[in-house]
């Protein structure tokens, strides 16, 4: 049965404080992983899609990495608005399977 | 280009009633999702297709029906509804090949008495 397990739960950091969220996963061929960022009240935003082991993604202060069993969200100097919680997603076969979320909260 | 919309933004319901969430998208996807998010179990997969005409299970299908008659549209209907599905739904769709990328509606949040 696929699998995604996000760590930790809540995270908060100072600004400018560079950190990672984590992603690991147990899925019956990899066919997507997904990260996602969702603020209160609204649908989750697609942020990347990663496909093979040794990929890595970049978008402003974030870059997406990925390994065969686990995928790290890196957060570089964050700033109050990147304050949101992230979350990974899998696709194995046709389903697409979240995590549990990390709740991210950038203090100024 | 809307993307992907949700009616009704908020429901209450009675136990027993039941209803139709309605999802559409304008861009084409073959593939469309119906999730549920309740507090600290994140989103889990309730049904989805792979284009119009084909339904399948998710994590969580129990109560729950759908049908594909077109691209566009993926209803979510609520046979007999229960306090349990007092929750979040979020209708989401998706193309396949390379980049893939799921949009996600703005939500229906239910609230069963």
């Known amino acids: 049965e696929d699998q995604v397990t996000q760590s930790p739960e809540a995270l908060r950091l100072q600004e400018g404080e560079s950190s990672s969220l984590n992603c690991s996963y147990t899925v019956s061929g990899l066919r997507g992983l997904f990260w996602y960022r969702q603020d209160p009240g609204k649908g989750p935003e697609f942020l990347f899609t990663?496909?093979?082991a040794g990929e890595e993604k970049e978008k402003e202060r974030l870059k997406a990495t990925l390994t065969k069993k686990e995928s790290f969200l890196h957060i570089t100097a964050p700033k109050p608005e990147d304050s949101a919680t992230y979350l990974c997603?899998?696709?194995?076969?046709?389903?697409?399977?979240f995590g549990k979320g990390t709740r991210l909260h950038i203090l100024p | 280009n809307a993307g992907v919309t949700q009616t009704p933004k908020f429901q209450v319901l009675k136990t027993g009633q039941s209803m139709t969430l309605q999802c559409a998208q304008d861009m084409n996807h073959e593939y469309m999702s119906w999730y549920r998010q309740d507090p600290g179990m994140g989103l889990r997969l309730i049904h989805y297709s792979v284009g119009a005409g084909i339904t399948d299970q998710g994590e969580v299908p129990n109560g729950y029906n759908v049908s594909r008659s077109t691209t566009e549209d993926f209803p979510l209907r609520l046979l007999s509804a229960a306090p349990s599905q007092t929750s979040v739904y979020f209708c989401?769709?998706?193309?396949?090949?390379?980049?893939?990328?799921?949009?996600f509606g703005p939500g229906t949040r239910l609230l069963v008495l």
């Open positions: 997603a899998v696709r194995g076969d046709d389903k697409i399977i």
């Open positions: 990663l496909y093979s």
């Open positions: 989401a769709s998706s193309s396949w090949g390379v980049q893939e990328t799921q949009y």
